[in-house]
């Protein structure tokens, strides 16, 4: 099932349970019409999950962003190759050697000598928003498949119901697990920006382990339970993507408050 | 200062310097250019771009007055090279 044909499958869910539900009611018309009210609101509900946006283009956007980012890399400490036109400030500044007066001294001293711990800070906040980006499109792309497997699943146990058993199921909300992280750049600690090293750079590309997968078990007796376990199941989507995005969030927001409160260690006099 | 070491800065001020706000022009610029619809993220990267655009303008400062420093001390050496062929012409005979 593609995510396009969710809101197919929603009514797909809707169908079944009406028909399920109404299978042993005969000809019982006020509760034939009472079942199809019942479960009228099966489409609104896979409604509030069938709009996530498209994957592709977060990745675009990462793709520009690298793009940027390859100019502002040294290559120390980077995980992409050096800008050869970074490299050659080195030669750049003993040629400014015979620079002298007042506003040599205060280029060097502020801006030169510090340079390569300029450079790596800004490199770093430009990595943040590349893994922003990233994370943002997996987060996507698992959310729509956490929901097309909830309309799957909830076909699956409406389909046991027909045999009168109880039926177990359960969803894997990979969108908890999503492997691509963001951490805000670290002001403080032995691998701080302000330390200037390296290590900082290194911190904020460390690959984070992604998180379990948490595999929640749903049962049910009929379809009017498998109904309400699958609108809990989509309140619960929509609760961990939440919780996913409000973490790129306090990455980007973290880093923020350290590019205002520290805009010394960017070179941003 | 030897006229070598005097284009060393010149270049520096007139090509390396300008190379390098270059690099940060285009960064600032090519961040600024990615649309995204996020609010943190947009904040940030709007830092990263002011960040980005006041290093390009320190150096673009910076290689302006090199460059008039490289020309002062030409202009210097010229004023030494002349005052030399003054001193020069007045002790024609050499030493004795």
């Known amino acids: ?269 | 200062m030897l006229g070598v070491e005097i284009y060393r800065l010149w270049r520096a001020g007139r090509v390396d310097l300008p190379a390098l706000a270059g690099v940060y022009r285009r960064a600032a610029d090519g961040f600024g250019s990615v649309r995204h619809d996020d609010r943190q993220w947009c904040a940030l990267r709007a830092q990263l771009v002011s960040v980005l655009a006041a290093a390009e303008g320190q150096i673009e400062e910076a290689a302006a007055a090199v460059c008039v420093a490289a020309a002062e001390y030409a202009r210097a050496d010229a004023a030494a090279g002349a005052d030399f062929d003054r001193l020069r012409a007045g002790n024609a005979e050499g030493p004795r």
């Open chain 1, 1 to 269: 099932m593609t995510y396009e044909g969710l809101m197919e499958r929603a009514c797909e869910v809707q169908r079944m349970a009406v028909a399920v539900a109404q299978a042993g009611l005969g000809a019982d018309a006020a509760r034939r019409v009472a079942v199809e009210r019942e479960f009228a609101d099966v489409p609104d509900a896979f409604r509030a999950v069938s709009g996530f946006p498209d994957p592709a283009r977060f990745l675009r956007l990462a793709a520009d962003v690298d793009d940027v980012l390859r100019g502002l890399s040294t290559g120390d400490g980077t995980d992409r190759p050096a800008n050869v036109e970074l490299a050659r400030i080195g030669g750049t500044a003993a040629a400014l050697h015979l620079w002298s007066g007042s506003a040599a001294e205060r280029f060097r001293q502020n801006f030169l000598e510090p340079w390569p711990a300029f450079v790596r800070n800004q490199y770093a906040v430009g990595v943040v928003l590349h893994r922003a980006v990233v994370a943002q499109a997996e987060i996507w792309a698992r959310a729509r498949d956490d929901a097309g497997q909830i309309a799957e699943r909830a076909l699956q146990a409406l389909a046991a119901c027909k045999e009168c058993t109880r039926t177990e199921w359960t969803v894997t909300f990979t969108v908890v697990a999503s492997v691509a992280a963001v951490v805000a750049v670290p002001l403080t600690g032995g691998a701080s920006l302000a330390a200037g090293g390296v290590a900082a750079v290194a911190q904020v590309l460390a690959a984070t382990p992604p998180g379990e997968a948490p595999q929640t078990s749903f049962s049910a007796d009929d379809p009017f339970e498998v109904i309400e376990r699958v609108r809990e199941a989509i309140r619960m989507l929509l609760g961990h993507v939440r919780e996913r995005l409000d973490a790129v969030a306090a990455a980007l927001e973290g880093t923020s408050s350290t590019v205002s409160d520290r805009p010394e260690l960017f070179g941003w006099q």
